[in-house]
């Protein structure tokens, strides 16, 4: 059964599950047009969904609004704006957040005029599975509840993405970065069945990837909550369970109606896994009947990945050999379990030994044999003649083979430690506050790892790719403004240049690679972001953006490329915002019509509010601060233990406090650097060695002390002054040679005299002018704004 012929069959049940008797009859004779064979199919389906009352069915294409449609109502905070689609019971709606938190989700409402008692709880069944899952790679339920007439539903993540399948081979990933995807997808199911629940209609158009390349697992419609000790309640042949799942991606057991268990979304994985490898179905379907769907999904054993038309040569041996497994005919012959199937790949990832064990060649050979022993023998006689002969001549040459594949063996070994640490410990680690120092000595040692092999190599693109990866990795630890760093930002120059004449050596050796291209001009915008010479910034800005906006013109449907053209914009902004301030913001307005990244999003929204208080708007400040404060809150909520975004956090909460000082209220301005103080103070603690979280603790701190000032509050101002000084002078001696540091103390320093100036009198606030006038000297820094004040203050005195 080809899968056009399915998808017809599957609209006309849907149309005629809804119809009554008399309408459905005239439907079904129009609908199948004299294909007696079709309408035998569609009756029997139909049928089956009346015994059955199948209510969780697969979505289908909108159609034109009905008398229960809620576009354009609201439910709740939200505002149903566009219907995505129905199934039989349910109606999907595109909709909008709109009290204080903004967000676009989708909200599954029941039909109205499905009441029943048994649909209700079918309903309730699919909500309650999804409340069950809390997993980044499966599409989260937000919210439920019950409309004011009464029916329920629930909203859920709105996933932006494209099928598995086309999103492989429209971005042409290779065998291993689809394996990689495919792991995530095993996660998100192992965890739906750590609690208890099969999804059982796998799908590549149930799985989302995002433009972040993540994936997404949707659709749990049909899903069931697995009990052990229970019986499965399981379908007949024509259940309407088993039928209206897609036929291309079933399992024996569901077309059977057997028992369901974990090893049905097992085996749909499998035909998932068959088809990203091979770019064709496992199951060969010749025509439309049942008798057919059996044959193919029950009896006939599926092609080998490696011999289907066009495979690669890499599908041979350890992939053949998972695929195959998982598409066990028999439940008990596949993986135990979705992690053990993730694990074979990730072993073939690896280069392990895989778990499963194939039909091996010496196997059929022992069966040819035993059925043809004269010709065996007589086969035998000769082959070892001939050995005997070869021996002598390629013992040599087998010695210096062996030699030569021990070293690269050597050589690939410490290859994929070093990027291991790189790519997939640091990653880890990085998340963690506390730990930057380590990851500074972590990425040292690797690179000095790839360095080495680089240079025994020779011309080798992919390891000069991972040596450029690595080197930025190294200088964002060292000194890369927006992470957690060591305060080296000279040393992160240096090591972005490196990385920078890196990727122009790759994409010397393929200029039209798209990935290589990318790569370059995103180097190219890192160095941008750290060089100190605004001329030569600008001159990196421009080589990027016409690097990328040539990609972009010959890949329009690459997500990425609108992401990377969103940071130019955000870059360009960034280097004009003082001298064009209107034209800043506009670029900024671009770069947040591309972002995709809630990050991003949230610290556009920061810099935009930043200029709009310089221009005096305070008001539209406010806004793109609660916006941004908003997104950054939501993102902790969901990742706890994120330390980047809580100090994102911690931005947001100090410079929407900082608009709130400008505009004269200090006691609000103080409430938010509180907020943000806390969140400084845990990170820094946590890692002495993070300059910004040290350095960004020391900022809120004398930002509070000038509010507090500003309010009248003595008490609290005198306790804020002492820890601010403690903590600018500390910065500054555990980071010698700072000038950001130092530059952070005098603030101190001149904020504490302004503070103690305007609680006690100008006795007392020249003491700390004269401090910072005598720490300035030192560092060589004008004081011409400090001599000004402590004259004032003599002549106050």
Known sequence: MNPERWQRIKEIVYEAVELGERERQAYLEQACNGDTTLRREVETLVAASDQAGAFLDPVVPARAPADDDLAGSTIGPYRLTVEMGRGGMGIVYRAVREDEYRQIVAVKVVKRGMNASEMLVRFRHER???????????????????????????????????????????????????????VKVCAAVAHAHRHLVIHRDLKPANILITSEGEPKLLDFGIAKVFTPDQPDGGSTLTSAWVRLLTPDYASPEQVLGERITTATDVYSLGAVLYELLTGTKVHRLVNTSLTELERAV???????????????????????????????????????????????????????????RPDTICYRAGKFCRRNKAVTAAAAVVLLTLIAGVIGVSWQARVARRERAIAERRFNDVRMLAGSMIFEVDREISRVAGATKARELLLTRSLEYLDRLS??????????????????????????????????????????????????????????????????????????????????????????????????????????????????????????????????????????????????????????????VIAGDVDRSLEEYRAAVAIDEEMVRRYPDDARLKMNLSFGYSDWGYVLYQSRRPKEAIEKYRLAEAIRAQQAAADPRDYRARRSLVSITWRLLGAQAAAGNRAAAQLTLRNAVRLGEALVQDFPGNSDAANELMSVYLTAGDATRDLEGCVQGRFWYEKLRKYAMAQKVPVTTVDARIANCRSAH
């Open 128 to 182: 309650q599975i999804l409340a069950l899952l809390n997993h980044p790679n499966i599409a989260r339920m937000l919210d439920g509840g019950t409309t004011p007439d009464g029916r329920p539903y629930f909203v859920m993540e709105l996933v932006a993405g494209r099928p598995i399948d086309a999103y492989c081979d429209e971005n042409q990933l290779g065998i291993k970065e689809r394996l990689r995807l495919f």
């Open 298 to 356: 029950c009896v006939a054993d599926p092609v080998k990945p490696s011999e289907t038309a066009g495979a690669k040569r890499e599908l041979r041996g350890d992939l053949d050999t998972i695929v195959l497994k998982a598409l066990q005919k028999q439940a008990e012959r596949r993986y135990l379990h979705v992690e053990q199937f993730a694990e074979d790949v990730e072993r073939y990832l690896e280069g392990q030994p895989v778990l499963a």
């Open 455 to 612: 240079q025994d190599a020779g011309n080798n693109p992919e390891l000069a790719r991972e040596l450029a990866a690595a080197y930025e990795k190294v200088a964002g630890v060292r000194g890369m403004g927006g992470i957690a760093n060591l305060g080296l930002p000279e040393m992160a120059v240096e090591n972005t240049r490196k990385a920078l004449t890196l990727r122009e050596q790759v994409l010397a050796s393929s200029p039209s690679s798209l990935d290589f291209r990318i790569e370059l001009a995103n180097t190219a915008q890192r160095l941008a972001g750290i060089t100190k010479d605004p001329s030569k910034a600008s001159l990196l800005i421009q080589r990027a953006r016409g690097i990328l906006e040539e990609a972009a013109r010959q890949n329009p449907a690459d997500q990425r490329l609108r992401n990377y053209l969103g940071n130019l914009h955000f870059q360009s902004a960034g280097l004009i915002q003082e001298a064009k301030p209107q034209e800043a913001i506009a670029e900024f307005r671009l770069a947040l019509a591309l972002f995709q990244d809630p990050s991003d999003i949230s610290l556009t929204h920061k810099r935009i509010g930043a200029l709009l």
